[in-house]
T-cell receptor, first 113, second 116 residues
C-alpha cells in the first residue's frame, strides 16, 4: 500500500518570494507522482506529474517538482509566487495499473502582499 | 465542453436523513470515481464505476453508502441514515479511460455535506 505525507498543513509566504511545498511518500513498488491544486470553490486541477524519465518535472503556472527516489520525496517549488497562487495543494501517488490515487493531507498556501 | 458537474454544492441534512450526491462526468467520459475529504484530511478514494458497473468499491464504508452510474443520467452517491461523521466534502472525478496514471482525470468542485 502507498501513503503520502505533506509535512506542512499551511505555508504563508510573501508575494514574489520563493516557495517549497514538501511531499514524502511510502511505497514498496514504483510510483507515479502528482501535484494537484485546488483554488477556492473549484475542483482539483493537475499541476504536474512524474511518470518516468527526468526527475525534474515542470508544470503549469511556473511550478516544478523534483522526484528524489532515495529520499522518497516529490517537493513542489516555485521561484516567485503571486497572489493568484493562493490555493490548497495536494500531493498524490499512484502505481501502474492502479485505479485510484492516494492523496496527502494538503498544504494551504497563502500569499501575503 | 463542460467540466465535471457536481450538485448540489452544499447539502445540509439532519441525522437519520438520506443524502444524494450527483455527478455528471465530462462528455465522452465513462469512468467515474468518488473521493471523500474529511476535515483536516486528504482526499480518500471511495469507489470507481463504469457505466452500469461498480469496478472497485474498496473505499466505501460497509453500511449506509452506495453508488451507481446508470446507463443514462448522472452518477449518484447515496448515503442513508446520515450521521455527523459523514460531514465532509465529496469529490467526483471522471476519465475517458481507466485512471491508470491519472493524467486524464478531471475533478468536479465537490459537494460539501453538513450533517446537523
Amino acid at each position: 500500500a502507498q501513503s503520502v505525507t505533506q509535512l506542512d498543513s499551511q505555508v504563508p509566504v510573501f508575494e514574489e518570494a520563493p516557495v517549497e511545498l514538501r511531499c514524502n511518500y511510502s511505497s514498496s513498488v514504483s510510483v507515479y507522482l502528482f501535484w494537484y491544486v485546488q483554488y477556492p470553490n473549484q475542483g482539483l486541477q493537475l499541476l504536474l506529474k512524474y511518470l518516468s524519465g527526468s526527475t525534474l518535472v515542470k508544470g503549469i503556472n511556473g511550478f516544478e517538482a523534483e522526484f528524489n527516489k532515495s529520499q522518497t520525496s516529490f517537493h513542489l517549488r516555485k521561484p516567485s509566487v503571486h497572489i493568484s497562487d493562493t490555493a490548497e495543494y495536494f500531493c498524490a501517488v499512484s502505481t501502474q495499473g492502479a485505479q485510484k490515487l492516494v492523496f496527502g493531507q494538503g498544504t494551504r498556501l497563502t500569499i501575503n502582499p | 465542453n463542460a467540466g465535471v458537474m457536481q450538485n448540489p454544492r452544499h447539502l445540509v441534512r439532519r441525522r437519520g436523513q438520506e443524502a444524494r450526491l450527483r455527478c455528471s462526468p465530462m462528455k465522452g467520459h465513462s469512468h467515474v470515481y468518488w473521493y471523500r475529504q474529511l476535515p483536516e484530511e486528504g482526499l480518500k478514494f471511495m469507489v470507481y464505476l463504469q457505466k452500469e458497473n461498480i469496478i472497485d468499491e474498496s473505499g466505501m464504508p460497509k453500511e449506509r453508502f452506495s453508488a451507481e452510474f446508470p446507463k443514462e443520467g448522472p452518477s449518484i452517491l447515496r448515503i442513508q441514515q446520515v450521521v455527523r461523521g459523514d460531514s465532509a466534502a465529496y469529490f467526483c472525478a471522471s476519465s475517458p479511460t481507466p485512471q491508470g496514471i491519472g493524467e486524464k482525470l478531471f475533478f468536479g468542485s465537490g459537494t460539501q455535506l453538513s450533517v446537523l
